[in-house]
């Protein structure tokens, strides 16, 4: 997979990786390596110039593909005016999850990421690292696939871990952290 953006940079140039099923993944690298690139063209955001890309087997431009990702990204963008489980809820309609497994899978993501307690509260009340939990979350509420751009998940890595390992999940992990952090 390549990409070469119109003014010339290129961002991706000839990788070739494969995640097995069920890993856990890092992809380091300093600033303009093209970690948020190759994320990208995996969602179908970015059009990779070369190459192919498939996500479990299917191209990454089909809807099954598209199905089986969740993008967290790095910015907190929830409504303001649901609550935090309004929103996981209202998040799962647009991929057809009817209300009351939405409402359950909502309930069981809440209580992972320690935001049960404040179910009841809008988003704005919650402090940074909630915010960053409810965004997790969301990404989680209908997808096996969970990709986090630059450090999304400090704090949560170890429940998530246990989570995807016990049998509860067949979540798959890719975490992309600057270089340089642990």
Known sequence: MGK????GFTAVAGLDLEIPDGAFFGLLGPNGAG???????????VRPSAGSLS???????SRE?????????QEINVDRFLSIRQILV???????TGRKAAARRADKLLALFRLDDRAGVRAYELSGGMQR??????SLMHRPCLLTPDEPTAGVDVELCRWASSGA???????CRRSGTT
Do not use: E, P, Q
């Not at 479990?56 to 431009?61: A, I, K, T």
């Open 133 to 138: 939990r409810l965004v997790l979350a969301r």
């Open 169 to 175: 999940s067949s979540t798959r992990f890719i975490n």
């Open 55 to 61: 996500v479990f087997g299917h191209d990454h431009r």
């Open 65 to 73: 593909a598209r199905r089986l990702l969740g993008l967290a990204a």
């Open 35 to 45: 970690k948020t690139t190759l994320i990208g063209s995996v969602c179908n955001i």
């Open 4 to 7: 070469t953006y119109g003014d």
């Open 90 to 96: 209202y998040h799962a309609g647009y991929r057809g």
